[in-house]
């Protein structure tokens, strides 16, 4: 029989569990964010004191957006000699560019509000504090100290920038800075540049995180965008997401363009049971405090209500996925409770009506051809020397299978791989190595 405490444990273990960890902002960001393998404090170092740029690309999903905060974030708490600015450059509206001018106008637009979302810090930094006296005492203790790691740099930042842009706003005679964003006879590009060499000038290391441009539709446009803004990229340090294609054969075009421009690797993702007991639990442990009297009994709680064993099978259906290692975790915590268990159980993690399918030897062979990028039906029949029609059939169980995805129709459809695909073929290598 399921008592009413046990049911507000597992409800408390799912409040935090599919949250998002888009901004180092985010008041829980140093207690819910894992460094997988250190990969974003060795890339923040590599970035500050090499004035590096380096791009990362995986499969979607996977993790991509919250490495690339967790550099801002090391950068800031590690480097207190510098005046780092973190500029997160989220880039609007690509998937509806059509050509390189469109997709240079929402780039640039967006490296503007990047920085304006710094200058606009200091109004959000006494609510951020207020948020964590909202919290248990340990929790609220933990939040404080990583704010005071952050906060002195980047309120700092936020002076600068907000200084820089009401001079920018005064250079070009506009009544405020939406002005010059909403304006179409402004050159956009001319204004991103004046703005971040008057911040350079202020002695400012500006630390640029790029998300996004993987949303662009067209390799090609993407590589055109990227021959023709070298100049703007050179001497900039960051880091920058790349779309989940990128591989060992994607067109040479786009391939080149970024190597010019910066180094290239592949974001791992969570493939280590260790890494994802850290990461379901901080999240579980941080719903759990607020209902448990101590900080040892929300720990204990947390270890009781999801045994390594269920962690293990949570790993078995989502690595390297992280956003589906947390769906799947939300979801078997909802089973535990449906069917009246006190914990969370390996049987609670699969779901009923499917089974964890291992791909046949063909279909391995085909998601592997798609991790290096969108393919033709065709173009996998040729690479694995295979009659078209029967890279068709597989093409079409998988797909059902939720493995992949297609855009288009007919002759000019593709595939691409998704993330149940990635997870099928960790499936398939760990049963057969």
Do not use: C
């Not at 933990?142 to 790691?149: G, P, Q, V, Y």
């Not at 023709?228 to 075009?253: C, D, P, R, V």
């Amino acid at each position: 029989m399921l008592i009413m405490s046990e049911v507000r444990n597992l409800l408390a273990a799912q409040q935090f569990m599919t949250r998002e960890l888009i901004s180092y902002e985010d008041e829980f960001f140093s207690l819910l964010y894992h460094d997988i393998e250190d990969f974003a404090l060795k890339r923040s170092q590599r970035i500050v004191e090499q004035n590096r740029r380096i791009s990362i690309y995986g499969v979607r999903g996977v993790g991509k957006t919250t490495a690339m905060q967790g550099v801002l974030w090391h950068a800031l708490s590690k480097f207190e000699d510098l005046k780092i600015m973190p500029v997160t450059i989220t880039v609007r509206g690509v998937k509806s560019s059509a050509n390189v001018k469109e997709l240079e106008d929402a780039f640039y637009r967006s490296v503007i509000s990047g920085i304006l979302s710094v200058a606009e810090f200091k109004k959000k930094e006494s609510w951020l504090r207020a948020e964590a006296k909202k919290y248990v005492p340990w929790i609220g203790r933990k939040i404080t100290e990583a704010f005071s790691l952050i906060f002195p740099p980047l309120t700092l930042a936020s002076d600068i920038a907000e200084k820089s842009i009401k001079w920018l706003v005064e250079r070009f005679r506009q009544t405020d800075i939406q002005s010059i964003l909403t304006s179409t006879t402004i050159d956009i590009k001319h204004v991103a540049d004046i703005l971040t060499y008057r911040l350079e000038e202020e002695g400012v290391s500006l630390l640029f995180a790029i998300d996004e441009l993987d949303k662009v539709s067209s390799d090609t446009l993407l590589s055109d965008f990227f021959d023709g803004n070298q100049s703007w990229f050179q001497g900039k340090k960051g880091i920058l997401a790349l779309t989940y294609t990128f591989g060992e054969s994607i067109k040479e075009t786009i391939a080149s363009s970024v190597r010019r421009i910066s180094t290239v690797e592949m974001y791992p993702g969570i493939t280590r049971q260790e890494d994802a007991e850290k990461i379901i639990y901080s999240r579980a442990y941080l719903g759990i405090s607020q209902i448990q009297k101590s900080e040892a009994e929300a720990s204990e709680k947390t270890q009781e209500i999801l045994p390594p064993e269920t962690i293990n099978a949570i790993l078995n259906v989502s690595a390297p996925n992280t956003y589906l290692m947390l769906e799947r975790t939300y979801e078997a915590i909802e089973k535990a409770i449906e069917t009246r268990s006190k914990r969370v159980l390996p049987d609670h993690v699969y779901r009923e009506e499917e089974t964890v399918e291992i791909p046949t030897e063909l279909e391995y062979k085909i998601l592997k051809e798609l991790t290096k990028g969108r393919l033709t039906p065709k173009e996998i029949a040729e690479r694995l020397e295979r009659p078209s029609s029967s890279i068709v059939r597989s093409l079409r169980k998988i797909m059902h299978k939720n493995w992949v995805t297609r855009v288009g129709i007919g002759k000019r459809a593709y595939y691409s791989l998704t993330p149940h695909g990635d997870s099928a073929i960790r499936r398939y290598e760990r049963q057969h190595h």
